[in-house]
């Protein structure tokens, strides 16, 4: 084969020239990315070997792994691992295959300058290298018995070469001609220390200059009790997970009648792509410590998508389909298992230290939601004690659970009361919280999309019903005040705004406020409206009813222009009643019309005021 020169993609060219250019302090996660690939390319190997015996076997035919070498100004990783074909080398190394890379380039390209700051939270694969190398050089051979070796080299200026290579053993060997300004990389002791801090429990020996430099333990399958937080957390991160903490763990191993190993991990914040839909989501699947799959979707439901870590069972079946894996009742029962597992040392963090697991739920808890509305009856009474609110009483980031609440609830009050709503700010605004300011009842107020759906499912908890302010005819009478009877104003009203409204009628919900729309009994929110638009769902807009506020002077003064006949005067304030109730509530469906409105009035009243 002779040598071709080849163009990078454009998006690699600007991956590269970050990664020269860049003044990133934590260069040395480079190696940390080149280790981490020729692990990958071991595990890779070792499970291709599960079903062919006609594999090229590995370098010195000792136990396989990973080599470093570094001598004047040279840095060298070598690996054991399934090798590349040159089709594969072009591809591979010539495009960004890494899904953490391409959204730390749109992240890039978003922040501009900030991006060296941004280097250390992704992962950028084999590009990386050029943070400290002038020049890199791949020398591979494909384990497949019939595979050329490979050499790919490029000075990550706009060019790769690829050529005929040299190798005789299968794996890779990548060779870095470290920058002038990068030699402290060609210290074996440097290395050998990245190595300890970056890949210790990768479970390949990784030597550096000879000596095995990294514990090369399958933490998992140790009892979970010898396995030590800095253990495990290091663990964490170097499955190429997160760069911080994780907020918690989970170590099981059991024995009967299925035997498996977990160690999962709570990251301590949203991974960038938990709600890209076609992210790679679920834990590692190995069986006796090979890897089957790297992202074993069937063993988490959906909404654990966030828990990461890693799954060992030799009683897993490997040679059906994945379809087929999800529906075998061994997976059925370790997924069983691990999500009852996961929620209960939730639980406990939640009894234990409620300032931590308030962060946990800060970042997660919508997909908690999510979970007590798809599998209530399967999780429901593990996920209730986890669910937190915000709330109308208390700061804004505020947040209670359904004990805690109930535990708290005032004389009389026989309902948790709720309000959907798009902000905290909105629903603590809303005329439907008033006479629970007042009362000094507290009401939880939702604000994610999806808790909509949750209450559909939360009815009630421990006998008390959950029950929405905003819905049905409350009877919360406050005495003292005059009262206007609305007994003749309310059906002229309906009369007037015909079908914009179901009906008009006194409340008893308000205090400050002169109106407000209420929710049917039945039917959709006034919130779930706004959702489903949002997302561009054509629905027809639920009618709401009107309520008057009987001791508010604006309703008095109403009411005495309809019994003087001063229909001219009383129309247009009727109107513009219902848009401020809208108004409040966020939902006017005609501004311009409600703008016409509004000047027509402010006509009036100046003309009033000019002569009288
Ligand atoms: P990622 O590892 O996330 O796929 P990289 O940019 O690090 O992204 O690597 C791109 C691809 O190059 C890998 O997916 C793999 O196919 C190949 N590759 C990189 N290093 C090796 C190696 N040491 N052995 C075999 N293949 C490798």
Request: proline residues 4%; negative net charge; glycine residues 8%.
């Given at each position: 084969m002779s040598a071709k020169k080849h163009g990078f993609k454009a998006e690699v060219q600007q991956l590269l020239n970050l990664m020269i250019h860049s003044v990133y302090s934590d260069r040395e996660v480079f190696l940390r990315e080149l280790v981490s690939n020729a692990a990958d390319a071991l595990d890779k190997v070792r499970f291709l070997g599960l079903t062919r015996s006609d594999l090229r076997?590995?370098?010195?035919?000792g136990e396989p792994g990973i080599r470093v070498t570094v001598a004047e100004g040279t840095l060298v990783i070598?690996?054991?691992g399934i090798g590349m074909t040159d089709e594969e080398a072009l591809k591979n190394l010539g495009t960004i295959a890494h899904s953490g890379t391409r959204a730390?380039?749109?992240?890039a390209k978003e922040k501009g300058t900030g991006a060296p700051t941004l280097i250390g939270q992704f992962g950028l694969g084999f590009y990386s290298a050029f943070m400290v190398a002038e020049e890199v050089v791949v020398e591979s051979l494909s384990a497949l018995p019939d595979a050329e070796p490979v050499r790919w080299t490029s000075k990550g200026e706009g060019?790769?070469?690829i050529s005929a290579g040299s190798r005789t053993a299968r794996g890779t060997r990548i060779e870095l001609k470290l920058r002038e300004d990068a030699k402290e990389f060609a210290e074996s002791w440097r290395i050998e220390s990245i190595v300890k801090k970056h890949s210790n429990y990768l479970p390949w020996p990784i030597q550096v200059n000879g000596t095995q430099a990294n514990a090369a333990r399958a933490l998992w399958l140790e009892p979970p009790s010898q396995v030590t937080d800095e253990a495990a957390n290091q663990f964490y991160k170097e499955i190429g997970m997160d760069w911080r903490e994780p907020a918690v763990r989970v170590h099981l191993s059991v024995d009967s009648p299925i035997q498996y190993h977990a160690l999962l991990f709570v990251p301590a914040g949203k991974p960038y792509d938990l709600f890209h839909p076609d992210a790679p989501r679920g834990p590692r699947l190995y069986a006796r410590r090979v890897l089957i799959e790297e992202h074993a979707r069937e063993l988490l439901p959906d909404w654990l998508r966030f828990v990461r870590g890693v799954v060992d069972s030799e009683d897993v079946p490997l040679n059906v389909s994945r379809e087929m894996v999800q529906k075998t009742p061994v997976v059925?029962?370790?997924r069983e298992a691990l999500v009852k597992r996961v929620l209960k040392d939730l639980g406990k963090l939640a009894e234990s230290d409620a300032a931590k697991f308030n962060t946990v739920?800060?970042?997660?808890?919508?997909?908690l939601k999510e979970g007590y509305y798809h599998d209530k009856s399967a999780h429901g009474e593990l996920l209730l004690p986890l669910l937190r609110f915000r709330r109308l009483l208390g700061e804004e980031e505020d947040v209670i659970g359904l004990s805690a609440y109930k535990a708290a609830m005032g004389e009389g009050q026989d309902a948790i009361w709720y309000l959907t709503a798009e902000s905290r700010a909105a629903g603590i605004a809303s005329p439907h919280?008033?006479?629970f300011r007042k009362r000094g009842w507290d009401v939880l107020i939702l604000t994610d999309a999806v808790d909509e759906w949750l209450i559909q499912a939360l009815t009630e908890f421990e006998g008390t019903p959950l029950k929405?302010?905003?819905?049905?005819d409350l009877k919360l009478e406050e005495d003292g005040g005059e009262k206007t009877d609305v007994s003749g104003l309310a059906p002229w009203l309906k009369d007037l705004l015909g079908e914009q409204v179901a009906a008009v009628r006194e409340s008893s919900r308000l205090t400050d406020s002169a109106c407000v729309l209420v929710d049917e009994e039945q039917g959709m929110s006034a919130n779930m409206e706004r959702i489903l638009r949002q997302v561009n769902q054509d629905v027809a807009a639920a009618k709401r009813v009107l309520e008057l506020n009987p001791r508010h002077p604006l309703i008095r003064n109403l009411e005495q222009l309809r019994t003087r006949g001063k229909v001219a005067d009383a129309e247009p304030i009727a109107r513009l009643l219902l848009d401020d109730a809208l108004l409040l509530e966020g939902t006017v469906k005609e501004p311009a019309a409600m703008g016409r409105r509004l000047q027509d009035l402010l006509l009036r009243a100046t003309d009033q005021a000019l002569g009288g």
């Amino acid at each position: 084969m002779s040598a071709k020169k080849h163009g990078f993609k454009a998006e690699v060219q600007q991956l590269l020239n970050l990664m020269i250019h860049s003044v990133y302090s934590d260069r040395e996660v480079f190696l940390r990315e080149l280790v981490s690939n020729a692990a990958d390319a071991l595990d890779k190997v070792r499970f291709l070997g599960l079903t062919r015996s006609d594999l090229r076997p590995s370098s010195e035919g000792g136990e396989p792994g990973i080599r470093v070498t570094v001598a004047e100004g040279t840095l060298v990783i070598e690996d054991d691992g399934i090798g590349m074909t040159d089709e594969e080398a072009l591809k591979n190394l010539g495009t960004i295959a890494h899904s953490g890379t391409r959204a730390f380039l749109e992240e890039a390209k978003e922040k501009g300058t900030g991006a060296p700051t941004l280097i250390g939270q992704f992962g950028l694969g084999f590009y990386s290298a050029f943070m400290v190398a002038e020049e890199v050089v791949v020398e591979s051979l494909s384990a497949l018995p019939d595979a050329e070796p490979v050499r790919w080299t490029s000075k990550g200026e706009g060019k790769f070469e690829i050529s005929a290579g040299s190798r005789t053993a299968r794996g890779t060997r990548i060779e870095l001609k470290l920058r002038e300004d990068a030699k402290e990389f060609a210290e074996s002791w440097r290395i050998e220390s990245i190595v300890k801090k970056h890949s210790n429990y990768l479970p390949w020996p990784i030597q550096v200059n000879g000596t095995q430099a990294n514990a090369a333990r399958a933490l998992w399958l140790e009892p979970p009790s010898q396995v030590t937080d800095e253990a495990a957390n290091q663990f964490y991160k170097e499955i190429g997970m997160d760069w911080r903490e994780p907020a918690v763990r989970v170590h099981l191993s059991v024995d009967s009648p299925i035997q498996y190993h977990a160690l999962l991990f709570v990251p301590a914040g949203k991974p960038y792509d938990l709600f890209h839909p076609d992210a790679p989501r679920g834990p590692r699947l190995y069986a006796r410590r090979v890897l089957i799959e790297e992202h074993a979707r069937e063993l988490l439901p959906d909404w654990l998508r966030f828990v990461r870590g890693v799954v060992d069972s030799e009683d897993v079946p490997l040679n059906v389909s994945r379809e087929m894996v999800q529906k075998t009742p061994v997976v059925r029962k370790i997924r069983e298992a691990l999500v009852k597992r996961v929620l209960k040392d939730l639980g406990k963090l939640a009894e234990s230290d409620a300032a931590k697991f308030n962060t946990v739920w800060a970042e997660f808890g919508v997909l908690l939601k999510e979970g007590y509305y798809h599998d209530k009856s399967a999780h429901g009474e593990l996920l209730l004690p986890l669910l937190r609110f915000r709330r109308l009483l208390g700061e804004e980031e505020d947040v209670i659970g359904l004990s805690a609440y109930k535990a708290a609830m005032g004389e009389g009050q026989d309902a948790i009361w709720y309000l959907t709503a798009e902000s905290r700010a909105a629903g603590i605004a809303s005329p439907h919280v008033e006479i629970f300011r007042k009362r000094g009842w507290d009401v939880l107020i939702l604000t994610d999309a999806v808790d909509e759906w949750l209450i559909q499912a939360l009815t009630e908890f421990e006998g008390t019903p959950l029950k929405s302010v905003a819905r049905g005819d409350l009877k919360l009478e406050e005495d003292g005040g005059e009262k206007t009877d609305v007994s003749g104003l309310a059906p002229w009203l309906k009369d007037l705004l015909g079908e914009q409204v179901a009906a008009v009628r006194e409340s008893s919900r308000l205090t400050d406020s002169a109106c407000v729309l209420v929710d049917e009994e039945q039917g959709m929110s006034a919130n779930m409206e706004r959702i489903l638009r949002q997302v561009n769902q054509d629905v027809a807009a639920a009618k709401r009813v009107l309520e008057l506020n009987p001791r508010h002077p604006l309703i008095r003064n109403l009411e005495q222009l309809r019994t003087r006949g001063k229909v001219a005067d009383a129309e247009p304030i009727a109107r513009l009643l219902l848009d401020d109730a809208l108004l409040l509530e966020g939902t006017v469906k005609e501004p311009a019309a409600m703008g016409r409105r509004l000047q027509d009035l402010l006509l009036r009243a100046t003309d009033q005021a000019l002569g009288g």
